[in-house]
């Protein structure tokens, strides 16, 4: 309610500014058919030094979501100016028309804004939150997916989407990882391509689409002991090996924009690394987009230690690289200052300004400011029912079943029995979006109870319900009715997980079970001794070690967006066969974290430990091996995989590797299965992990059938880096492995590279 009456009084006061309209903007003198450059170096020479300056300030919207200080909200002085290059989710359709109006019409230049907003996994059609999408494996549709938010957020006025975070994350403790795309490169490589094409279109400019914003760099994936905003120490092998992958993928797919990282990185803050910034970004990787800090990142150095006050924060981040200042104020504060004392340097200035405004030129917003911004674009590109299709394939995809014990899932719809339906998620309307679904129209969620009770009518089955427990807390009131629901039931439907504020920024855990209040009352409805299905909602790795003990089916369902009902209905009665698969591993027990399957081996491994040889790198309370590893997923059939060929034994280091299998559905229903390809190099230095992802494909196999798969690698994707960030060619000998998941050694064979 009150931030509603905030939008209203906005508009009122916009209405009332704009009635004071400059006809004439300078802008409109720039011949709109210059090149870019010379539409940039014209207008600079037009420009103050404040003018310059303002066009490297962002503010966030007064009124809107902050997720630290806000420290100035004098914005629309500021914007009168020419002060402000951006703002931050504003994201009603008339408040962003009338400040743009405010920008173009009521300062000196008519210099357009740039709308920027956190639109991670859907604007008002709302996804699954990127980890589940990446369990999906699938390309194509999350491309679409980014698609469709693009086109959802432009027609409102949003030009920019602080997506995709391509942080490689190991450690289910932090948070953040709900925003990611798990533990591995390459295939974190591959989503962050496709997420960046999705929301760019074919190029920056694109008829509905969105800047993309590749965050968070560097490596903020590994802060020190899971928690937010954290410290980040490691060697640089194993930063350009593991860390920096998906952020130069995401940069070779052309991403307009780039984030720099709250943490500081072997010693340093990322807004003021120079290193990341200047020497990898732009000289190594040649990026020509724009750099934005994270929200006050600048002036939260002052904090890390690296700076004494705010304007040497300023010169710090303008020299490192950095082009805009989110929130901080600190650019248009100090600058100036620090340029009258020669302490930066007018070109460092303008080439950050100008960087800005080719970007505004490239999505035609000084020929057409409101270029997206109409009622009839709003209506017709803003949730329509294909969009509502596609939540619901992936939010189907993205479901990963852990276990399924004699076959109990799919239920059945033809027998006569009672469904209980116990947990928090038994609701009609939970928070099923997760983290990050700011503009969400949650009037079309589709709670899991509604759609289970539409899939079942006009049959036997029976449900009821009750919720229990809340998610979180110590109230047990509830048990005795969960209790006696339970009794009356034939299989037990436990809905239950975290809420959508336990993941997500700032929502670091020390322990990663489901909440205590949760799992005491599965233990009191275990001793009823009815069979029991969890259904899990949920933004990270979870420790499931008691429920995949003592439950007999998991379905791991993640904040699957505003199909969650009925992708879960679908997966539950067996109308859609779950193909999700894990992006990151899940622990037995939280003193296994950080645990990921590309792990170094040790002088002592664990696979050679025996009982009476202990002197091994082993726990020895709990098995070294996760508890579902990598790639790890169930299906409602079998898929077996056999005659696993390579086209050569012996590959020089120019060659095409090419890898053939036969993959089988032996099972009495058709299914999708990814299907995964690892490496070992075997004999290196530095030393490679014991397996490393290379491919993976997507295959619809029918029942019964056998299809062969292949897949083609050029040997050069074996190179790795070594500790002077020297790129090392392949060679030597190497294992292969054609599976079905991270732990599936069945089909080993062997090459070798050389020169």
């Known amino acids: 309610m009150k931030r509603k009456l905030l939008v209203w009084v906005w508009l009122v006061f916009l209405g009332i500014l704009n009635a004071q309209v400059h006809k004439d903007s300078p802008n409109k003198n720039i011949s709109s058919d210059s090149p870019i450059n010379k539409r940039v170096a014209t207008l600079l020479k037009r420009m103050t030094l404040d003018e310059k300056i303002g066009q490297m300030t962002q503010f966030a919207f007064y009124g809107s979501t902050a997720t630290g200080a806000v420290v100035d909200s004098n914005t629309i ?77 432009s027609a409102s006025g949003i030009n920019w989407t602080f997506a995709p975070m391509v942080d490689i994350s190991r450690d289910p403790r932090w948070g953040r990882v709900l925003e990611g795309a798990g533990e591995d490169p390459y295939l974190g490589s591959e989503i962050a391509k496709a997420r960046v094409k999705g929301f760019q279109g074919d190029k920056i400019g694109s008829a509905n689409s969105v800047l993309a914003c590749i965050k968070h760099f560097a490596a903020y994936g590994t802060v020190e002991a899971g928690r937010e905003y954290n410290t980040t120490d490691m060697s640089l092998q194993n930063l350009f090996n593991f860390y920096l992958p998906p952020y130069k993928a995401a940069v070779d797919a052309n991403a307009a924009t780039l984030m720099t990282a709250f943490n500081e990185l072997n010693g340093v803050p990322c807004s003021a690394s120079k290193y990341l910034l200047t020497d990898i970004l732009r000289n190594r990787w040649n990026f020509k987009g724009m750099v934005v800090t994270d929200y006050t990142a600048i002036p939260e150095m002052l904090y890390h230690g690296n700076v004494k006050n705010e304007e040497e924060a300023a010169i710090a981040s303008l020299n490192a690289g ?46 057409n400011p409101y270029r997206f911004l109409n009622e009839e674009n709003l209506r017709n590109n803003t949730e329509r029912p294909e969009f509502d299709a596609t939540a619901l394939e992936m939010a189907r995809k993205s479901i990963v079943l852990l276990k399924n014990n004699q076959n109990i ?27 990050w679904s700011l503009s969400a129209n949650k009037t079309h969620d589709v709670s899991p109870y509604w759609a289970i009770t539409k899939k079942i009518e006009g049959n036997s089955v029976k449900i009821i319900r009750s919720l229990g427990c809340t998610i979180n807390g110590t109230d047990t009131a509830g048990y005795a009715d969960a209790r006696r629901i339970a009794q009356q039931a034939d299989i037990v439907l436990l809905m239950m997980g975290e809420n959508e504020n336990m993941s997500g920024e700032a929502h670091s855990r020390t322990s990663i079970t489901i909440p205590d209040v949760q799992r005491n009352l599965m233990k009191v409805l275990k001793r009823i001794g009815k069979p029991m299905v969890l259904i899990l909602t949920n933004g990270r790795p979870l420790d499931l070690s008691w429920e995949d003990a003592n439950l007999d089916a998991i379905l791991e369902t993640w904040f699957l967006g505003r199909k969650s009902g009925d992708a879960m209905a679908d997966i539950l009665f067996g ?14 027990t939280i003193g296994q974290v950080p645990i990921y399957y590309n792990h170094k081996n040790t002088g002592r491994p664990y696979s050679l430990a025996t009982s009476t040889e202990r002197y091994h790198s082993v726990y020895i309370d709990v098995p070294n091996t996760p508890l579902y590893p990598f790639g790890y997923g169930l299906s409602y059939t079998n898929y077996k995989i056999t005659d696993v060929r390579l086209n050569k034994k012996i590959l020089n280091q120019r060659e095409v590797l090419k890898v053939t299998a036969k993959v089988t559905n032996s099972g009495k229903i058709d299914g999708e299965n990814t299907v995964q390809l690892y490496i070992q190099d075997l004999v290196n230095i530095p030393t490679r992990p014991v397996k490393e992802l290379k491919a993976f494909g997507k295959f619809l196999i029918r029942k019964g059938e056998t299809i ?40 080993e064979v062997n090459f070798a590279v050389v020169k």
């Open 322 to 367: 950095v082009d805009m200042d989110m929130q901080g104020s600190v650019f248009l504060k100090n600058l100036k200052q620090a340029y009258l004392g020669k302490k930066v340097t007018l070109k460092n200035i303008e080439e950050a300004a100008s960087r800005i405004l080719k970007l505004k030129i490239m999505i035609g917003l000084f020929d």
């Open 77 to 153: 002085i500021h914007i009168r100016r020419g002060e402000v290059g951006s703002l931050l989710n504003a994201d009603n359709f008339e408040v962003i028309r009338n400040l743009q109006k405010e920008a173009v019409n009521n300062s000196r230049l008519g210099i357009p804004i740039l709308f920027g907003m956190d639109v991670i996994h859907g604007f008002r059609t709302i996804f699954p939150i990127p980890l589940a999408q990446s369990a999906s494996w699938d390309l194509a549709l999350i491309e679409k997916c980014e698609s469709i938010a693009a086109m959802e957020s």
């Open 708 to 747: 062969k798969v292949e897949f083609s690698i050029p040997v050069t994707e074996f190179s790795f880096y070594d500790d002077k960030t020297n790129l090392i060619p392949p060679i030597g000998e190497f294992k292969l492995w054609v599976a079905n998941s991270s732990d599936d050694n069945s089909k």
């Open 575 to 588: 109308d859609y066969n779950p193909s999700g698969k894990l992006t990151m591993t899940f622990p037995r």
């Open 409 to 435: 899932l799919p239920l059945s719809l033809e027998k006569k029995y009672t469904i209980a339906m116990i947990g928090p998620y038994s609701a009609d309307k939970t928070g099923l979006n997760g983290e």
